[in-house]
């Protein structure tokens, strides 16, 4: 099944969307599908060929384009630069000419209707405001013709209505006056031209802005984009060749010379270079790469030169995988969206009805004539009353968010994860490499017996064990030379312990408990486990034929940023809880170094979830940090999972955000952000809301029996318009807000 992102073309409002999702989710062989409305693209998941989902959105009246490379991107960019440009000419025609109309209406050169002469003169305004409505706003007449067709009532709808109306009217009454003169009375007698022009001038001048300030929102996604070059010097039989990067294939070998951009995922063979990773995973210092290391794609080579072994191209490059997780993310709603989709599907047939209410309310209570005061407040309400910022609230945040957070490193993979943080109340930190650096070393031990021989059987049983912990005491074994053995019946004890067969003896690993529980008797030894608990060493008792035999201390030194990363999360008024297999005297002594509030130790991987659950039974709202494979149920079972980059791809697909800096203030700037982006949903929502609360019964007229006030239609169309803007414009404040 592939993943395919479409540019869609005319969709410029939530009725647009539904009309689309509508046609797509009739459409067989589309598994899943997210629309965002904010940057105009579709994501879809599908077996069928492309062209099944382009025909699907023409089916509904709109375009689609796929949407594969940077050339892609580029063309789309372009495209949409173009549509701002001809969307700004055809708004300033509207407004020059409804600002001429409006100019001589107010200077009394508006044509006296009661005469042959102002009668041809209103003809002749009619045809040139037809001729300025269909090149202006041609678009938006067609989409209202073909959603009344297909029963999709939406922004297109309420503007032909409104501006259609006062042409209407106005030609109407030049028919009248000319057919049965003076049958009209005097305060009648006024044309609408020059609102309608006006009214669509001001809303495609918002359009216009809208644009202007929607393309800055995608700046995220487009550098993440440009990172990958688009030639790569590739080496074979001694000879080097600049290539297109589409043409590597793995096992390719590639030569990155000094300054340039890391083609794709490889391997180093050659060479040794420091690499600057901070446009992917925001650590500023360059890190050091030499043969068997890994280097990723876009990441830049410093001041070495490097032969390396393509290992990954195309979508399964990291790059690739990670402007995906963006997309995605990008197109996600959380509820507060799907609230405003459920509000906007009905918004339009309700405005309309208002219309027609404030049309009958006026014909029966205006003073006589009745009827230009029930055109002109029934059209005000359907302009003023455009959902478009109501449509845009939702994903223009999302985008702007989630884009922001790419910059620093931090995937986020859903909707939800966003709006849940917000209501976080308690971070569960993984001890091992997710507070600690992840790199444990042997630093003490107390043994009966030959220390050599000990450690000898020791790193010969763990030297099949890939725990961070047996991998302290290979590593220590192997500083001090001794030379390991062959073992047999090796088996695992998941979080507790290993046993195995080493030269006829049976040789057990591991925790205390697990030790009492296999039958050891451990309190010879508890005194000095006691000591190196206090110190916060992690612990690993060895026992040979069931006795006793060595105690090894184990430090895992936190991270440099941990104890600040603490401090941050109180700030942010989270509880902070720590998991932990090792015992609880060991466990609290780490914990208080990081200044963390409670401690759960001596947790087996298996109980991890549980003690999750338990913690929401209390009523609390659980984030979970780690990075390992038993780890992935926990992440799962959080509301809001957040795995270290670092980590294995189980950890990281378990989880709604993927931190790509292996750092808990990562962990910190993905909850300011998500924090921030609620709290921008929320001022959008509640300002589209307000607006539309406040500007419907204004434009419906009721404050002219208080102030004699009734609103004009070409404000209205201003007022619609800026509602959208500032939709926009606060959403790219996000941009710019302050993490830590």
């Given amino acids: ?153 939406n922004m297109d709808t309420l503007i032909a209505l409104g501006t259609g109306t006062a042409w209407v009217y106005s030609t109407g009454l030049l028919i009248i006056t000319a057919s049965t003169p003076g049958i009209l009375p005097d305060a009648a007698m006024h044309l609408y031209y020059e609102a309608a022009v006006m009214i669509l001038g001001f809303i495609l001048l918002g359009q216009a802005l809208e644009s202007r300030a929607r393309g800055n929102t995608t700046d995220a996604l487009r550098k993440l984009l440009d990172l990958q070059p688009r030639e790569a010097m590739r080496v074979r039989d001694g000879e080097s060749k600049s290539v297109p990067v589409a043409m590597l294939l793995p096992e390719d070998h590639v030569r990155i010379r000094p300054g340039e951009r890391v083609p794709v995922d490889g391997t180093v063979l050659e060479g040794s270079s420091h690499v600057d990773e901070s446009m992917l995973t925001g650590e500023p210092v360059p890190v050091k790469r030499e043969p068997g290391d890994l280097v990723t794609g876009g990441t830049v080579n410093g001041q070495g030169s490097l032969l390396i072994e393509v290992s990954a191209v195309g979508q399964k490059t990291v790059l690739a995988q990670i402007v995906a997780t963006v997309r995605e993310a990008q197109n996600a709603k959380p509820a507060l969206g799907r609230l405003a989709d459920r509000i906007s599907a009905i918004f339009v047939p309700v405005v309309i009805l208002i219309a027609l209410l404030t049309a009958v309310f006026w014909l029966w209570l205006a003073p006589a004539p009745a009827w230009p005061y029930a055109i002109v407040a029934a059209l005000t309400v359907l302009i003023v009353a455009c959902p478009c910022a109501l449509g845009l609230a939702t994903p223009m945040s999302v985008m702007v968010g989630v884009g922001r957070a790419a910059e620093q490193g931090v995937l986020i993979r859903n909707g939800e994860a966003l709006q849940q943080a917000q209501s976080i109340t308690t971070l569960v930190l993984d001890k091992t490499g997710t507070l600690t650096e992840g790199k444990p070393q042997v ?56 046993q195995a067969e080493v030269e006829g003896n049976s040789i057990l690993l591991g925790n205390q408990l697990w030790m009492q529980e296999q039958g050891v008797d451990t309190t010879e030894f508890e005194p000095h486990a006691e000591r190196f608990s206090e110190a916060g060493r992690s612990l690993i008792w060895m026992a040979v034929d069931k006795q006793p035999v060595m105690l090894l201390a184990v430090a895992d030194p936190l991270r440099e940023d941990s104890t600040e990363a603490v401090a941050q999360f109180h700030r942010q008024g989270l509880e902070v809880v720590m998991l932990s297999g090792d015992n609880e005297r060991t466990a609290n002594a780490i914990a208080k170094q990081a200044g963390i509030d409670r401690v759960i130790a001596e947790v087996k991987p298996e109980q991890k979830q549980q003690v999750i659950k338990e913690l929401q039974a209390e009523g609390k709202i659980v984030a979970m940090v780690g990075d390992g494979i038993n780890d992935a149920p926990a992440l799962a079972q959080a509301n809001i999972g957040y795995a270290m980059g670092s980590g294995t791809d189980v950890a990281i697909s378990s989880a709604d955000v993927t931190l790509m800096r292996s750092s808990l203030t990562s962990v910190v700037d993905a909850i300011a952000i998500s924090r921030a982006t609620v709290r921008n949903i929320k001022q959008n929502l509640f300002g589209a809301f307000i607006y539309n609360s406040l500007a419907i019964p204004v434009a419906a007229g009721v404050l002219y029996p208080l102030l004699g006030l009734l609103l004009n239609p070409a404000i209205a169309g201003a007022a619609m318009a800026l509602s959208s803007v500032t939709v926009v414009t606060n959403a790219r404040r996000l941009k710019n807000i302050a993490l830590r």
């Fill in 443 to 498: 630093v003490g031990l107390h043994c009966e017996g030959d220390e050599t021989e000990l450690l000898r059987l020791a790193a010969s049983v763990e030297q099949h064990s890939e725990h961070p912990l047996a991998q302290a005491v290979v590593e220590y074994a192997r500083d001090k030379a001794i030379t390991l053995t062959d073992t047999q019946s090796f088996e695992a004890a998941a979080g507790s312990g290993v």
């Fill in 1 to 153: 099944m592939a993943i395919y992102q479409f540019a869609l073309h005319n969709v410029r409002c939530a009725g647009c969307v539904r009309s689309v999702e509508k046609s797509l989710n009739s459409t067989e062989d589309i598994q899943d599908f997210a629309i965002n409305f904010a940057d105009r693209t579709a994501t879809v998941r599908t077996d069928a060929d492309p062209s099944v989902v382009i025909r699907a959105v023409e089916a509904a009246g709109y375009g689609a384009d796929l949407m594969q490379d940077q050339d892609d991107y580029e063309k789309r960019a372009e495209q949409e630069r173009e549509a701002y440009r001809l969307t700004l000419r055809k708004s300033l025609v509207a407004l020059t000419a409804g600002g001429v109309l409006m100019l001589a209406m107010l200077i009394g050169w508006m044509p006296d209707l009661h005469t042959t002469g102002g009668v041809l003169q209103g003809v002749a305004l009619g045809v040139v405001t037809l001729a300025i409505m269909v090149y202006s706003a041609g678009h938006i007449y067609k989409g209202a013709w073909l959603g009344l067709f297909r029963g999709d009532l």
